[in-house]
Nanobody
């Protein structure tokens, strides 16, 4: 089992940057593939990034490609989301999630473990 805790959210101006951190507990963290999702008020949870268990493969939707970077440090049981060139439409609660399947999944229902989320607000 994995427990996830996000941090690093906050208020930033458009064009700015934030780095989110997801700290995981559990001895088998390196066997999980990880994802970041976000959810704005009144909207469905949206896929933001995916990283393989080894960290060698990443995937992004077009909406964040080239601006966001997911990475992980298995020695520290941590996943990061570096967000650059932020836009007001990036405003949402951001969640990290874990699953054991190696297949890239954009459907949040296919992830087994979730953090509590961290708020990101981008002002114009």
């Amino acid at each position: 089992q994995v427990q996830l805790v996000e941090s690093g959210g906050g208020l930033v101006q458009a064009g700015g940057s934030l780095r989110l951190t997801c700290a995981a507990s559990g001895r088998t963290f390196s066997s999980y593939t990880m994802g970041w999702f976000r959810q704005a008020p009144g909207q469905e949870r949206e896929f933001v990034a995916h990283i393989s268990s080894s960290g060698t493969s990443t995937n992004y939707p077009d909406s964040v490609k080239g601006r966001f970077t997911i990475s992980r440090d298995n020695a520290k049981n941590t996943v990061y989301l570096q967000m650059n060139s932020l836009k007001p439409e990036d405003t949402a609660v951001y969640y990290c999630a874990a699953k054991q399947s190696p297949v890239v999944r954009t459907n949040p229902l296919l992830y087994s473990y979730w953090g509590q989320g961290t708020q990101v607000t981008v002002s114009s």
